[in-house]
């Protein structure tokens, strides 16, 4: 772990040994950066049995630990970059482990011998749409943050009266409690009178925030499913519930939009794809569940 202090007259001739580890640990898909640096502050991650610093550097042969349990790295298959497109249906929520036992977005999606999937931002228990799963950290952490300006597109049905000084007031920007916010850009998209269909595009990811920014204007969002992230469009080869990886042209394509290195995608068996394939194609718990509770109502009213 390198995180002496180096002269300040040498500064620029030497450089700085190893990488940063919130960087390396990211980059392993335990998180995003953002999750990493709140685990390092907490005290939860060691390296060669010492509290590590935010900012300390590690290099191979550093042994690094995360609530205890020391991590195996293998520099070869380190950088693993995987991106999943997954359509979120209604009622299930963006947390691996839901204290009320709800279903969540993770439920579905396929198992990895290594590493782990990472969510790229949230969506609530009530919003549908595109949700972006990734193995790589970094890859994460450029998509959310602000500097990347990565918009978000959503189709939103909301009931109220709309008029052209609302949107024109909604694009110049309104103070939310949490700060000022906008759209830009909104087109209105069908719908006939006090319930309309609009596309909205925002920058931010804040919660709940195409919400708040119609609820600001004293008109309330009855339906709300995000449909683009950056360049990522949700299609319609993926049904509600479901999810498909993406192809190496659109996984270079997505790193390039955020400075990143194109890296190959790890070999899978043919029996491997096959098994994904048929993962891919189950339902969702949720909408299992929903299929079992409508049948005896189905059959009472044929009664």
Request: proline share 6%; net charge positive.
């Amino acid at each position: 772990m390198t995180d002496q202090p180096i002269n300040p007259e040498l500064q620029e001739d030497v450089p700085a040994a190893g990488e940063k580890l919130q960087k390396v640990l990211a980059r392993m898909g335990l998180g995003s950066r953002r999750q990493v640096e709140e685990w390092i502050s907490a005290g939860r991650v060691t390296v060669n049995g010492e509290p590590a610093r935010l900012g300390c550097r590690v290099d191979s042969l550093d042994q690094i630990a995360v609530d205890g349990r020391p991590l195996k790295r293998d520099l070869n298959t380190e950088v693993v970059r995987r991106v999943l497109i997954y359509n979120k249906p209604e009622g299930e929520v963006c947390t691996r482990d839901d204290p009320e036992g709800r279903p969540t977005v993770f439920d579905q999606l396929p198992r990895l011998k290594q590493g782990r999937w990472v969510n790229v931002g949230r969506l609530d228990i009530n919003t549908t749409g595109l949700l972006l799963f990734t193995t790589d950290g970094e890859l994460a952490n450029r998509l959310m943050h602000p500097s990347w300006q990565m918009d978000r597109e959503y189709a939103v049905r909301v009931m109220g009266e709309v008029d052209e000084e609302m949107i024109e007031r909604l694009k110049e920007g309104v103070m939310l409690e949490d700060g000022p916010a906008r759209f830009t850009d909104i087109v209105s998209s069908g719908g006939e009178g006090i319930n309309r269909w609009f596309h909205v595009c925002l920058l931010e990811g804040r919660n709940r925030e195409v919400r708040r920014l119609w609820e600001s204007q004293g008109v309330r969002v009855n339906r709300l499913k995000r449909v683009r992230f950056g360049p990522v469009f949700l299609g319609a080869e993926v049904p509600v519930g479901r999810w498909r990886e993406m192809n190496q042209q659109e996984l270079d394509v997505l790193s390039a939009e955020v400075g990143l290195p194109p890296v190959r995608l790890p070999e899978v068996s043919v029996a491997e794809k096959e098994r994904q394939k048929r993962q891919s194609r189950k339902p969702s718990m949720h909408q299992a569940r929903s299929v079992r509770q409508s049948k005896p109502r189905d059959r009472d009213r044929r009664r």
